[in-house]
């Protein structure tokens, strides 16, 4: 059994596909409670598919994808920061506008560009089993940069989170963090790309922490929840990718959303089977 | 301590303050009263340097309201805060601190903050489990964890039981003569009668300004509050 287990990650390649996908859930699990408890998971979405075209730009000027993708999705995130200070649009309505229009950015750029089919799926659907060791590298080192990142402005973004009247009125920054977060998440889904794609990052990135809401009313267990059940859904779609040949970005996003429907159900103060047995007792 | 003089205040070319002249002093409790829509708010947020004073000008303990930001006590109205945001009591009032260098006196200063409200018993529960007159509470103690010398309060009253009004009552009165300079809006009338030292008028400029027991022109009230005479 153990043997059976372990025999997967023997080959270089799983090895390095292993590290990739617990970095990501990490990575992703801790912005993730940020972007879940202020509500922004569609800024995360528009970020993800701002990422794109940056993307394509990069592969049809032969530049470093990783890099083409976060300098383009921090641009839209600081777009949608300058833009939404104008109270007269509502933020949503401000990232309708430009994630669609960066992917269809990217798509006319892509067009232009010959021989960009492979590179095309990899991008949208994660290239987990193809990486390299400088893939690794940059992931972890990104990944480390980001964490410490979030630990030192971790009291502020929570005061912000919690009142931003009052956490102006004393000083905070506002435009500065909110710019920061957005340059957080942007990251956070360029990091995780490799692992599970465009399409599906937006899954690592919040329901992991939407499953560890469910499951506590404390911060900080939640950081160590949420990254805890991302890494080990990445990990687990991995296996089950390699043991039954099945595209692992979408097994990653499947074990992940089974998670986070059992919390949904089972969880000790939020679950729906608490709250039925609340509700029956006061019947 | 608050000293406004001439004070005109615009949101998006409406002209929503104008020459408003208020002076908090240090043991002072001042009630802003009027009705939705007089400004009230939007003074206590040019106090609290969030909103730029287009005429005249206001300081705070001899500051500019930029220049005081982070010294002033806020307390907001309750629906402006995120209830649902995963944290217990006492790290919601430290997280007031998060803009000072963090100190392990952080640690002891919101002890003390939340003694003075009396919610030290509750301080490890979860905010969205509190009622709301305990809601109420904490956000004074956030306010207090400041140790500030001026303290705002936005419609603290509104929607308290009697016992949850009577133990705020308490404690305005205690900080006032501990010479805080308090400066609150509320539609309340009976509990600014007893809590204040002084009520101000406000419909887009000040009314009347005084003791509540000189009050009694009716005249002005019905100014105040717009009811045509």
């Known amino acids: 059994m153990i043997d059976f287990l372990m025999e997967p990650w023997q080959h270089a390649f799983m090895q390095r596909a292993l590290l990739m996908c617990l970095a990501s859930g990490v990575v992703c699990g801790i912005v993730g409670t940020h972007v879940v408890l202020r509500g922004m998971a569609f800024i995360g979405d528009a970020v993800a598919h701002a990422v794109f075209p940056g993307v394509a730009i990069a592969f049809a000027l032969h530049l470093n994808l990783a890099l083409g993708g976060a300098v383009a999705g921090v641009a839209t995130a600081v777009l949608i920061a300058v833009l939404s200070q104008n109270r007269r649009l509502k933020e949503d309505a401000v990232i309708g506008v430009f994630f669609a229009a960066a992917f269809a950015l990217g798509i006319v750029v892509l067009s232009a560009t010959p021989g960009y089919g492979g590179s095309l799926e990899s991008f949208l659907f994660g290239q987990i089993l193809g990486i390299s060791d400088q893939d690794v590298r940059t992931v972890l080192v990104a990944g480390t940069a980001l964490l410490a990142a979030t630990a030192f402005l971790h009291r502020r973004l929570v005061a912000v989170a919690l009142d931003r009247e009052t956490a102006r009125a004393a000083g905070h920054h506002l435009f500065a963090l909110d710019i920061a977060l957005y340059t957080m998440v942007t990251l956070a889904i360029v990091v995780s790309l490799q692992a599970v794609g465009n399409i599906l990052v937006l899954a690592l990135l919040i329901t992991p922490a939407a499953a560890a809401r469910l499951l506590t009313d404390r911060l900080g267990l939640m950081m160590l929840l949420a990254p805890a059940i991302a890494a080990f859904s990445a990990v687990s779609g991995l296996y089950l990718s390699y043991a039954y040949n099945l595209a692992a970005g979408g097994l990653i996003v499947l074990v992940v959303t089974v998670i986070f429907l059992l919390c949904w159900v089972f969880a000790p103060k939020h679950g729906l089977v608490r709250r039925l047995a609340m509700r029956a007792r006061h019947v | ?229």
């Open chain 2, 1 to 229: 301590m608050i000293d406004a003089q001439g004070v005109r205040v615009e949101l998006a070319g409406r002209t929503v303050l104008e020459d408003v002249r208020l002076v908090v002093a240090p043991g002072e409790l001042v009630g802003l009263i009027g009705p939705n829509g007089a400004g009230k708010t939007t003074l206590l947020r040019a106090v609290l340097g969030l909103l730029p004073v287009s005429a005249g000008r206001i300081t705070v303990g001899g500051r500019g309201p930029r220049q005081a930001m982070g010294t002033v006590g806020y307390v907001p109205q309750r629906h402006e805060f995120a209830w649902d945001y995963p944290i217990s009591v006492e790290k919601a009032v430290r997280s007031a601190l998060a803009h000072r260098r963090f100190t392990a006196s952080h640690r002891a200063v919101a002890e003390e903050a939340l003694s003075q409200v009396d919610m030290l018993a509750l301080r490890g529960r979860p905010i969205g489990e509190l009622s709301g007159g305990q809601r109420q509470r904490v956000l004074v103690a956030r306010a207090l964890a400041l140790r500030p010398r001026v303290l705002l309060l936005d419609e603290p009253f509104t929607g308290l039981d009697t016992p949850t009004q009577q133990a705020l009552t308490d404690l305005l009165t205690k900080l006032r003569r501990e010479d805080v300079a308090v400066l609150m809006t509320t539609h309340d009338l009976p509990a600014a009668r007893q809590v204040c030292t002084r009520l101000c008028l406000l419909n887009r400029t000040v009314i009347a300004d005084g003791p509540p027991d000189e009050l009694t022109d009716p005249q002005v009230w019905l100014k105040a509050f717009g009811v045509p005479i």
